[in-house]
């Protein structure tokens, strides 16, 4: 299985003149935990549910797993979705909620969501509207992994839980995808959520595609370089600028360059992925006309 | 899917299951006294000349408790429909939309459509059943009543009996579903249903309800021996004569006495027969002289089951349409 | 089969080590330390990542690695195993590499350096000769 689990070519979503996402196109390969960041309103969850058939998109096409999102019940079979806030019905119990599963979900693994119930002490005859955030967005993360889906998307699943919470969250989902290997794809306007969970990520900025790429790759072609003032112009051709600072006689940059950078008079340090995606957020806001890279 | 439905509407269906039987008990033991009342009244037995039989009937079955059970089904047939709109129809799909549970269920591997379907499908039936139910109870338990006022003309009371009240309770819960959906906040739906389903049901026997099915039409000389107005203005000696010979059991349209050459009849009086010095039966003579025809227009009795089935038939189609509407926005809009 | 937990992983976000480098490190420690012997069990990948909450290939690549080093081998649909121990050959050069270490640290007190300088002289002279060496 190589073909990309979402590939998008040109998508973009309006609503009415505000535009949620412009031009977005992606190759996202199969089985990666791929972090979607971007500050809040940046679009994230525009691309989501776009992606799990909630929104249709305005121009451009997308693909999700070969398919057309939400095209029909088998295609809806294969995506697992947990929206965000981690909506569930306040007053159905965790029971009735696993049996709508099991109705609705030609692949419903029962032994894995009663499983999972157990495994975080819950009760299955509790109301759902009686849990905390964090057991409630644990029920929708078993209604949508019990699916067994070839490709789970989850919108911003740990924004609102507590430090804790927001750990079991992502050790359970983590556990699933090492049994069971499907590919993720999760968002966040914190990076620092989801540095250790994705190998992949996608850095959304006012409703465009910054950069994307496998996470080990970013960090290996980017570059912190500290040296005299310079015009960033005469820097070598193959390196590009993301983000740079000057004082009257230090320059700092941020930049991507594909070949190791060899220069005795520049300092060269690897980067955090937070100030990657830190540099990428604040070239988003400061250059007018952003340079759309992709790097796959 | 149904199941799950079934589960979300469990609690609603049996609060109405509960109240329908309450009503039922209700009914029964009323009817109860009814029935004695229509034997005692004679009406039961009576084959020639009822008419005394029958007011004495009336009279003790619009009085009393049995009075207020005529009136309180009568409302509540109306009232139902408005409750399966307000209850069942505004929240279905708004509550969903309000508390982002519709992003859950879209997951399920159900198409849209079918989500959409299976819950119309369960709340419309349990709809149907029970303005169904309800029209049945209460139609049978007023029937005698109905036939000693020939009240089935009275726009007040056809909209509650027969097949009617199934057209509505299917028009409100389709608009309520509707409105839901487009407004997106149970309460302001609740609240746009009951105002529109009012208009709707009011405008009805205003302006509709009259041209369902073709009206018939009769005209014949007018009998002044039989006029039930009879008005003469004496500042500008403008007249108005209506007649009452109209048809039994039927539901006058309208009911005018026009000259030989086809205008409405309105004087003027001729001072020599009508006037101050002149009695009023002298005037009627001379209208009588006129050759005045009268010209009705009315539904009879006959059209009462073609009329129920064309504006239950309205309201379905209504329902229907808004529904097709319902299922569009959703597949393409909704999100 | 032994049901031991042998250890348990743990990661330092701020070290700027990637997450698949610290486990390693944390494999030979253990190794090294002893607690790690020839034939035991490392953690199941879906325990390690239930435990850290990280992306399961991120163990994957370490377990991958250590087995490159030849430390560890697979066997298939049971788990990863020690192959190899560490701790003859380097618990034996600890010592004396410790008591050189700490003469060296007395000569740079002596020579005025405060312990942030003796750390930065550390660190500087580390990397330096790690380049040198992969260069």
């Given at each position: 299985?190589?073909?990309?689990?979402?590939?998008?070519?040109?998508?973009?979503?309006?609503?009415?003149?505000?535009?949620?996402?412009?031009?977005?196109?992606?190759?996202?390969?199969?089985?990666?935990?791929?972090?979607?960041?971007?500050?809040?309103?940046?679009?994230?969850?525009?691309?989501?549910?776009?992606?799990?058939?909630?929104?249709?998109?305005?121009?451009?096409?997308?693909?999700?797993?070969?398919?057309?999102?939400?095209?029909?019940?088998?295609?809806?079979?294969?995506?697992?979705?947990?929206?965000?806030?981690?909506?569930?019905?306040?007053?159905?119990?965790?029971?009735?909620?696993?049996?709508?599963?099991?109705?609705?979900?030609?692949?419903?693994?029962?032994r894995l969501?009663?499983e999972r119930?157990a495994a975080l002490g819950?009760?299955?005859?509790?109301?759902?509207?009686?849990?905390?955030?964090?057991?409630?967005?644990q029920?929708?993360?078993?209604?949508?992994?019990?699916?067994?889906?070839?490709?789970?998307?989850?919108?911003?699943?740990?924004?609102?839980?507590?430090?804790l919470?927001?750990r079991e969250f992502l050790r359970s989902l983590m556990a699933f995808v090492a049994d069971h290997g499907?590919?993720?794809?999760?968002?966040?306007?914190?990076?620092?959520?989801?540095?250790r969970v994705?190998?992949?990520?996608?850095?959304?900025?006012?409703?465009?595609?910054?950069?994307?790429?496998?996470?080990?790759?970013?960090?290996?072609?980017?570059?912190?370089?500290?040296?005299?003032?310079?015009?960033?112009?005469?820097?070598?051709?193959?390196?590009?600028?993301?983000?740079?600072?000057?004082?009257?006689?230090?320059?700092?940059?941020?930049?991507?360059?594909?070949?190791?950078?060899?220069?005795?008079?520049?300092?060269?340090?690897?980067?955090?992925?937070?100030?990657?995606?830190?540099?990428?957020?604040?070239?988003?806001?400061?250059?007018?006309?952003?340079?759309?890279?992709?790097?796959? | 899917?149904?199941?799950?439905?079934?589960?979300?509407?469990?609690?609603?269906?049996?609060?109405?299951?509960?109240?329908?039987?309450?009503?039922?008990?209700?009914?029964?033991?009323?009817?109860?006294?009814?029935?004695?009342?229509?034997?005692?009244?004679?009406?039961?037995?009576?084959?020639?000349?009822?008419?005394?039989?029958?007011?004495?009937?009336?009279?003790?079955?619009?009085?009393?408790?049995?009075?207020?059970?005529?009136?309180?089904?009568?409302?509540?047939?109306?009232?139902?429909?408005?409750?399966?709109?307000?209850?069942?129809?505004?929240?279905?799909?708004?509550?969903?939309?309000?508390?982002?549970?519709?992003?859950?269920?879209?997951?399920?591997?159900?198409?849209?459509?079918?989500?959409?379907?299976?819950?119309?499908?369960?709340?419309?039936?349990?709809?149907?059943?029970?303005?169904?139910?309800?029209?049945?109870?209460?139609?049978?338990?007023?029937?005698?009543?109905?036939?000693?006022?020939?009240?089935?003309?009275?726009?007040?009371?056809?909209?509650?009996?027969?097949?009617?009240?199934?057209?509505?309770?299917?028009?409100?819960?389709?608009?309520?579903?509707?409105?839901?959906?487009?407004?997106?906040?149970?309460?302001?739906?609740?609240?746009?249903?009951?105002?529109?389903?009012?208009?709707?049901?009011?405008?009805?026997?205003?302006?509709?309800?009259?041209?369902?099915?073709?009206?018939?039409?009769?005209?014949?000389?007018?009998?002044?021996?039989?006029?039930?107005?009879?008005?003469?203005?004496?500042?500008?000696?403008?007249?108005?004569?209506?007649?009452?010979?109209?048809?039994?059991?039927?539901?006058?349209?309208?009911?005018?006495?026009?000259?030989?050459?086809?205008?409405?009849?309105?004087?003027?009086?001729?001072?020599?027969?009508?006037?101050?010095?002149?009695?009023?039966?002298?005037?009627?003579?001379?209208?009588?002289?006129?050759?005045?025809?009268?010209?009705?227009?009315?539904?009879?009795?006959?059209?009462?089951?073609?009329?129920?089935?064309?504006?239950?038939?309205?309201?379905?189609?209504?329902?229907?349409?808004?529904?097709?509407?319902?299922?569009?926005?959703?597949?393409?809009?909704?999100? | 089969m032994r049901e031991v937990r042998v250890i348990e992983f743990h990661l330092d976000s701020?070290s700027?080590v990637?997450p698949y480098m610290q486990l390693i490190q944390q494999v030979r420690q253990a190794m090294r330390l002893g607690l790690l012997g020839e034939g035991d069990q490392l953690p199941t990948v879906k325990d390690v990542v239930a435990h850290l909450a990280i992306n399961p290939n991120t163990v994957l690549k370490a377990y991958r690695e250590l087995e490159?080093e030849g430390l560890v081998a697979p066997r298939p649909g049971v788990g990863t195993f020690v192959t190899r121990s560490l701790t003859?050959?380097s618990l034996?050069?600890?010592?004396?590499?410790?008591?050189?270490?700490?003469?060296?640290?007395?000569?740079?007190?002596?020579?005025?350096?405060?312990?942030?300088?003796?750390?930065?002289?550390?660190?500087?002279?580390?990397?330096?000769?790690?380049?040198?060496?992969?260069?």
């Amino acid at each position: 299985m190589t073909d990309p689990v979402l590939r998008a070519d040109g998508l973009s979503k309006r609503y009415g003149r505000r535009t949620a996402l412009s031009d977005c196109t992606l190759s996202i390969p199969p089985g990666r935990v791929v972090g979607l960041v971007g500050p809040n309103g940046a679009g994230k969850t525009t691309l989501l549910q776009i992606a799990v058939g909630m929104l249709a998109q305005t121009a451009g096409t997308i693909e999700v797993l070969g398919g057309r999102p939400a095209a029909n019940p088998a295609q809806l079979a294969r995506v697992g979705f947990v929206a965000q806030e981690t909506p569930t019905y306040a007053g159905l119990t965790i029971a009735d909620h696993l049996r709508f599963g099991a109705h609705t979900n030609p692949r419903w693994d029962q032994r894995l969501a009663d499983e999972r119930i157990a495994a975080l002490g819950l009760e299955p005859a509790q109301k759902a509207g009686k849990l905390s955030g964090g057991q409630r967005a644990q029920l929708a993360l078993t209604m949508a992994v019990a699916k067994r889906p070839d490709l789970l998307v989850l919108d911003e699943p740990v924004a609102s839980l507590d430090p804790l919470a927001r750990r079991e969250f992502l050790r359970s989902l983590m556990a699933f995808v090492a049994d069971h290997g499907a590919s993720v794809i999760l968002s966040s306007h914190l990076v620092s959520d989801l540095e250790r969970v994705c190998d992949y990520l996608i850095v959304l900025v006012a409703s465009r595609v910054r950069i994307a790429g496998e996470v080990e790759h970013l960090l290996a072609t980017h570059y912190r370089l500290t040296g005299a003032r310079r015009d960033p112009a005469d820097l070598h051709p193959g390196v590009t600028v993301i983000e740079g600072s000057h004082t009257d006689r230090q320059s700092t940059l941020i930049v991507r360059s594909d070949t190791p950078i060899d220069d005795p008079s520049l300092a060269v340090e690897q980067i955090t992925l937070e100030d990657l995606v830190l540099a990428y957020m604040t070239q988003a806001t400061t250059s007018p006309r952003p340079a759309l890279e992709s790097i796959r | 899917m149904i199941w799950f439905t079934w589960r979300q509407f469990r609690i609603p269906t049996w609060i109405t299951a509960g109240a329908l039987a309450v009503l039922a008990v209700l009914l029964a033991v009323s009817g109860h006294s009814l029935a004695g009342e229509w034997t005692a009244s004679g009406a039961a037995g009576c084959h020639a000349d009822c008419r005394n039989a029958i007011s004495e009937f009336v009279q003790q079955a619009t009085n009393g408790a049995n009075g207020l059970v005529y009136q309180f089904t009568l409302m509540l047939v109306y009232v139902v429909p408005a409750l399966i709109g307000i209850f069942w129809g505004a929240p279905l799909i708004a509550r969903e939309l309000e508390t982002g549970t519709h992003r859950l269920a879209w997951n399920q591997s159900v198409t849209r459509s079918r989500w959409l379907a299976t819950k119309l499908a369960v709340v419309g039936a349990a709809s149907v059943v029970t303005a169904g139910l309800l029209s049945w109870a209460v139609g049978s338990w007023a029937h005698h009543v109905d036939h000693a006022k020939y009240h089935w003309i009275s726009p007040q009371t056809y909209g509650a009996r027969g097949i009617v009240p199934i057209g509505y309770a299917v028009f409100a819960l389709a608009l309520g579903v509707t409105l839901g959906m487009l407004i997106r906040r149970t309460v302001p739906a609740m609240a746009a249903t009951l105002a529109i389903y009012v208009l709707a049901v009011a405008s009805m026997p205003l302006w509709i309800r009259a041209h369902l099915v073709p009206a018939r039409h009769a005209t014949r000389p007018l009998d002044v021996s039989n006029v039930t107005q009879f008005m003469f203005n004496r500042d500008n000696s403008t007249m108005r004569v209506v007649s009452g010979v109209v048809p039994d059991n039927a539901w006058v349209l309208s009911n005018r006495t026009v000259t030989p050459t086809g205008q409405v009849f309105s004087g003027p009086a001729d001072p020599q027969y009508c006037g101050e010095n002149h009695g009023p039966k002298s005037c009627l003579h001379w209208v009588g002289t006129l050759g005045l025809r009268q010209d009705l227009t009315y539904q009879p009795a006959s059209h009462f089951w073609p009329m129920q089935w064309a504006e239950t038939g309205v309201f379905v189609a209504v329902a229907v349409a808004l529904l097709s509407f319902c299922f569009w926005w959703t597949r393409r809009r909704l999100a | 089969m032994r049901e031991v937990r042998v250890i348990e992983f743990h990661l330092d976000s701020r070290s700027g080590v990637a997450p698949y480098m610290q486990l390693i490190q944390q494999v030979r420690q253990a190794m090294r330390l002893g607690l790690l012997g020839e034939g035991d069990q490392l953690p199941t990948v879906k325990d390690v990542v239930a435990h850290l909450a990280i992306n399961p290939n991120t163990v994957l690549k370490a377990y991958r690695e250590l087995e490159h080093e030849g430390l560890v081998a697979p066997r298939p649909g049971v788990g990863t195993f020690v192959t190899r121990s560490l701790t003859d050959q380097s618990l034996a050069a600890h010592g004396p590499l410790r008591d050189e270490l700490k003469s060296w640290l007395g000569r740079a007190r002596k020579a005025g350096l405060d312990d942030e300088s003796i750390q930065a002289l550390f660190v500087s002279t580390f990397r330096t000769s790690i380049e040198e060496t992969t260069r």
